[in-house]
T-cell receptor, first 109, second 115 residues
Framework: KNEVEQSPQNLTAQEGEFITINCSYSVGISALHWLQQHPGGGIVSLFMLSSGKKKHGRLIATINIQEKHSSLHITASHPRDSAVYIC???????????FGKGTKLSVKP | EPEVTQTPSHQVTQMGQEVILRCVPISNHLYFYWYRQILGQKVEFLVSFYNNEISEKSEIFDDQFSVERPDGSNFTLKIRSTKLEDSAMYFCASRAGGSIGWTQYFGPGTRLLVL
C-alpha cells in the first residue's frame, strides 16, 4: 500500500523567507503532484513531476526517484502563499491520487 | 479558462436519504474522479471513471455509492442511503489523458452534511 508522508505538518514563516516542504512515499510511483488547497477548500494543481526539477515563478519542485523523496520550495515567501500544500502520488494506472496530509503554511507580513 | 464546476456547493441531508452530487468536467477531458475530504483529514480517492465505466475504486466506494455520466457532460456521484460518516467535502476532478494530460483539475467541492 502506498503511503505519502509530508513534513512539517505546520509551518509559520516571515514574509521573504525561503520555505521548504518535504514529501516521501513508500513505493514506486510514476509521478508525484504538488497541490495547493486554499482556506475555502479549493484545490489547485501546482506541479506534476516524475524526475528532476520544475519551476513556476517563485515555486520550485524537485524529486529524487531513488530516494522516494520530493520537495517543494517557495522563494521570497509572501502572505498570499498562505495555504495548505499537499503532495500526492499516482496510486493506480488511471492516475488516481494518493494524498499526503498536507502542510499548513502561514506567512506573516 | 475552462474549469470544473460542481453543484450544489453545500447540501444538508438526513441520515438514510439519497443524495446526488453533480459535476461538469472540462469538456475535452476523458478521465474523471471523485475524492472526498472529511473535515480535518486528508483527501481520499473514491473512484475513477473512463470510457463510460468505473476504472478504479477505493475501499470507501462501497455499494452505497454509484457514479454515472448520463449525458456526456455531467458526472454524478450518488450516495444511496447516507450515513453520518459520509459528511465531508466531495471533490470532482478531471484530466485530459494522453501522454501530457496527467494534471487533474479540481472542482470547488460540495460540502455534504448528514444529520
Amino acid at each position: 500500500k502506498n503511503e505519502v508522508e509530508q513534513s512539517p505538518q505546520n509551518l509559520t514563516a516571515q514574509e521573504g523567507e525561503f520555505i521548504t516542504i518535504n514529501c516521501s512515499y513508500s513505493v514506486g510511483i510514476s509521478a508525484l503532484h504538488w497541490l495547493q488547497q486554499h482556506p475555502g477548500g479549493g484545490i489547485v494543481s501546482l506541479f506534476m513531476l516524475s524526475s528532476g526539477k520544475k519551476k513556476h515563478g517563485r515555486l520550485i519542485a524537485t524529486i529524487n526517484i531513488q530516494e522516494k523523496h520530493s520537495s517543494l520550495h517557495i522563494t521570497a515567501s509572501h502572505p498570499r502563499d498562505s495555504a495548505v500544500y499537499i503532495c500526492a502520488a499516482h496510486g493506480g494506472s488511471q492516475g488516481n491520487l494518493i494524498f499526503g496530509k498536507g502542510t499548513k503554511l502561514s506567512v506573516k507580513p | 479558462e475552462p474549469e470544473v464546476t460542481q453543484t450544489p456547493s453545500h447540501q444538508v441531508t438526513q441520515m438514510g436519504q439519497e443524495v446526488i452530487l453533480r459535476c461538469v468536467p472540462i469538456s475535452n477531458h476523458l478521465y474523471f474522479y471523485w475524492y472526498r475530504q472529511i473535515l480535518g483529514q486528508k483527501v481520499e480517492f473514491l473512484v475513477s471513471f473512463y470510457n463510460n465505466e468505473i476504472s478504479e475504486k477505493s475501499e470507501i466506494f462501497d455499494d452505497q455509492f454509484s457514479v454515472e455520466r448520463p449525458d456526456g457532460s455531467n458526472f454524478t456521484l450518488k450516495i444511496r442511503s447516507t450515513k453520518l460518516e459520509d459528511s465531508a467535502m466531495y471533490f470532482c476532478a478531471s484530466r485530459a489523458g494522453g501522454s501530457i494530460g496527467w494534471t487533474q483539475y479540481f472542482g470547488p467541492g460540495t460540502r455534504l452534511l448528514v444529520l
